[in-house]
């Protein structure tokens, strides 16, 4: 495999170069230091994958994602801090496939990261680089990158008689996940049911998915936190590195936020997620496997299933990589498998629109 590091930082421009050359499968590194100098070195030759910080001087992440998009399709990798969470964000919808954090200097952190960056490089040679393309050309994005005005939300549902045969839609999601989970909230607009997410993605960067989903789609987004009530109308996602279950106390619903993952490869974990769907809500309750590579949300499924729910599944139609509805799909051949647009409506059927003074 050969990478593109694009980096103003000399520093992370080397720590990237160093740590990449470890791993397996890597047979050469070479590195730009700005926008203008990795447009050259694209147009000279191939690389297999491109890493990219978003904020840089001059010719900034996002007129290099771009450009590759347009003129050198390849899997990009936004490698960046917190400070640029919001432009994070609007890269993944621009074509990034996925986003993780620069390395940190602290003793097992780093360990931790390069794990996190060989998984990367796996998972971009198993996309679908046409689906990253079309989601990327089908909308630049809705909001600019830079904006901190949010759009309108819609305030959760108000049921005074309680939750009663109110529905929860959980929603397990990784690479190519966040656009993906856009356009399905966008087509599934705000009624009353509650909805979670846990999508494969580190700390800090839930917190601005949150906020960007909320900006974009009209529904009540927030990053969950532990023992918070949940509302009809109120999509809550699992903060990175910690696991959201939903959990039911008389007729109310309340997050369960938490670092143990009882032996969970994957964190968030998205079969923990189904499957408190599956015992808090029973029947009316629905499992969603988007887009990602590996198993997370197979098990949950299974479970989603024998409580009486529903489970679907994103098809290989729109699927970035299908790994994760595959998965879902051998073990629970019935669920419906579906493209994304698809999907958007039979939740609709699943779940009538409501209106934002409770009627049904």
């Known amino acids: 495999m050969r990478i593109l590091v694009v980096d103003d930082s000399a520093f992370h421009r080397m720590s990237l170069l160093t740590a990449l050359r470890e791993l397996k499968n890597v047979s050469e590194v070479e590195t730009a230091s700005s926008g203008q100098e990795a447009l050259r070195m694209l147009s000279r030759g191939r690389f297999d994958l491109v890493t990219l910080d978003i904020e840089m001087p001059g010719m900034d992440g996002f ?23 919001r432009s994070v964000m609007a890269a993944l919808e621009f074509g990034a496939f996925e986003v993780m954090g620069k390395p940190s200097p602290r003793t097992g952190a780093r360990d931790d990261w390069k794990v996190q960056l060989g998984r990367a490089l796996e998972t971009a040679s198993q996309l679908r680089l046409e689906a990253l393309q079309r989601r990327a050309g089908a909308e630049e994005s809705s909001l600019p ?38 356009d399905l909230l966008r ?22 998915l949150a906020t960007r989903l909320a900006a974009t789609t009209g529904w009540d987004v927030r990053e969950a936190r532990d023992a918070e009530k949940v509302l009809p109308g109120q999509v809550v996602i699992a903060p990175g590195g910690l696991h959201l279950e939903l959990l039911r106390s008389g007729g109310d619903v309340f997050t369960g936020v938490r670092d143990d993952g009882r032996g969970a490869r994957w964190c968030p974990s998205g079969d923990l997620l189904l499957s408190s769907v599956a015992s808090a809500f029973g029947t009316s309750s629905v499992g969603v496997v988007l887009t990602g590579m590996g198993n997370d949300g197979a098990e949950g499924s299974a479970h989603i299933v024998k409580a009486g729910g529903r489970v ?49």
Request: proline share 12%; aromatic share 4%; charged share 15%.
């Open 145 to 182: 990158p830079s904006t901190s005005d949010p759009a309108e939300v819609r305030h959760p549902l108000s049921v005074e008689a309680g939750l009663g045969g109110l529905g929860a839609i959980a929603i397990a999601s990784s690479t190519g996940g966040p656009p993906a989970l856009r």
């Open 312 to 360: 679907l599944l994103e098809g290989r139609e729109t699927a970035v990589i299908s790994g994760m509805p595959d998965a879902a799909h051998r073990r629970v051949p019935e669920a419906q498998r579906l493209p994304l647009p698809r999907l958007a409506e039979e939740l609709c059927q699943f779940f009538p629109l409501g209106t934002l003074d409770g009627s049904v």
């Open 63 to 85: 007129a290099v994602l771009r450009w590759i998009m347009a003129n050198r399709p390849v899997p990009v990798l936004i490698v960046s801090d917190g400070a640029a969470q």
């Open 187 to 208: 087509a599934f607009s705000p009624r009353p049911v509650v909805v979670a997410i846990a999508q494969h993605m580190p700390s800090p960067f839930t917190k601005s």
